[in-house]
């Protein structure tokens, strides 16, 4: 059940005399179900990968399908909905709302699709249970730790069920025990709510949490680890 195929993909930045190739030819496929990371270190073309994939950037060639639908020719108009319907969102510095509760905060996605409140409170209560926000979820985010910020940011990309969760470093910020907890989290997200997610970090003890790594330096996946596939136990 393929949910993204990225098909021989190249960017370039800049004009004529002064172009940089920030991908060369990245080909991936991430079926329902996956924990992807893709480990790199800066400057390899992570965040323009998941750019290009997200729409926020456009590929210079090559194809991005995501859920059978081919995002590399779709209209600007209907890339709106694209990124509301199938994906969620999780950054390095969280991108919370600080006029806005934990609760808020989440169900701000769900309110503007005009889901019901008493719908929307029980998504938000699994979300909240299954990530150990309950007890922050009246708070505003300066007054949660960058962990729990970060678990809220995590409900708020999870509850709206997007066939693809991408996380731009999502450690980035984070001290090593609140790293290792919302690693957990995305853990549990992955096996529990079964979200498909696609991580991309320089830092290997983050990478280290997804099922299967690619590895990028200058814009080529030059290797790939599946975790529970060592050969020397057959
Ligand atoms: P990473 O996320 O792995 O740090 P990036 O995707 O940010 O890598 O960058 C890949 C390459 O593309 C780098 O050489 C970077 O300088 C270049 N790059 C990224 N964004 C732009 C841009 N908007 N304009 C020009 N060059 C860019
Ligand atoms: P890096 O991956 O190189 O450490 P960042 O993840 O901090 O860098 O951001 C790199 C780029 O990712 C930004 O220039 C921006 O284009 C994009 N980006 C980061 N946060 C957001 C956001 N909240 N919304 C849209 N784009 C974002």
Do not use: W
Request: glycine share 6%; with cysteine.
């Amino acid at each position: 059940d393929n949910i993204l195929s990225v098909q021989n993909i190249e960017k370039y930045y800049g004009k004529k005399g002064n172009v940089t190739k920030a991908l060369d030819g990245i080909s991936l496929n991430i079926d329902k179900g996956e924990f992807l990371g893709i480990m790199g270190p800066s400057g390899s073309g992570k965040t323009t990968l998941l750019n290009c994939i997200s729409t926020i950037d456009k590929v210079t060639t090559g194809e991005i399908i995501v859920n059978d639908k081919n995002i590399t020719k779709m209209r600007t108009k209907k890339l709106d909905k694209f990124r509301r319907d199938e994906l969620g969102f999780i950054f390095q510095d969280f991108n919370l709302l600080d006029t806005l509760t934990g609760y808020e905060n989440i169900a701000l996605a769900l309110t503007i699709q005009e889901i019901n409140p008493k719908k929307i409170d029980n998504l938000i209560k699994k979300v909240a249970e299954t990530l150990e926000i309950s007890p922050v979820l009246n708070k505003y985010p300066y007054e949660m730790s960058g962990g729990q910020q970060q678990r809220i940011a995590c409900a708020r990309a999870i509850v709206t069920e997007p066939s693809l969760v991408l996380a731009d470093e999502p450690t980035g910020a984070l001290d090593s025990k609140s790293s290792r907890l919302l690693l957990e989290s995305f853990e549990r997200l992955n096996k529990e709510l079964e979200a498909t997610i696609l991580l991309v970090t320089h830092d290997a003890f983050t990478a280290s949490y997804a099922n299967r790594i690619f590895f990028i330096k200058d814009g080529k996946i030059f290797n790939e680890l599946v975790k529970g596939n060592d050969s020397r136990k057959e």
